[in-house]
């Protein structure tokens, strides 16, 4: 039990005429509350459930992962994180102008596309295949190509959420 909450119990025990009873009770629930924590956390760090990484780095990297082996089942997870990269890559172009704009826009669709196609070869069993290699190869490039124009679109700083850092971008006609 925390200090917070062992200090309030004994408040209470003290002021009110039943507050031995209601800190017992009080008491016997956060223990409850704290070992269904502790199961929950315990669950998920078995299961192995993973989650998109926060930064352009986790990101790529998990996206990596996946274009390494497409036919491994990493439960979308490389999927996932290329597609929060092409979101990032809407919001970055959406405060740009001009080329600047339509080829970050051209790239997310790119890599959009190339991702789809990818995911349904995967779906059909066709992961190992020359075509699915060749289009993994193709997204590979294109993913890193199009964190690159973000970056030099945020002035070689991070943007957003993507690198892990809240700073605007610079317009760039």
Known sequence: MHITSAV????ITLIHPQGQSLSRSIGEKLNELSGAISRAVNNVE???VQQPAHTVAGRLEQAQRWLNNPSMDDKGLGQQAIGLIVEEGKKVASGLTGPAQSGILALCEEVDSLSQQLSEMCRRGQGETPQAQAVARALSSKLKELKDKIQT??????CGGLCGHHNAP???H
Do not use: D, F, H, K
């Not at 679109?153 to 991070?158: D, K, R, V, Y």
């Open 153 to 158: 679109a945020c002035g070689g700083q991070s």
């Open 8 to 11: 309030l119990l004994i408040t």
């Open 170 to 172: 610079q317009t760039v």
């Open 46 to 48: 078995r299961s192995g």
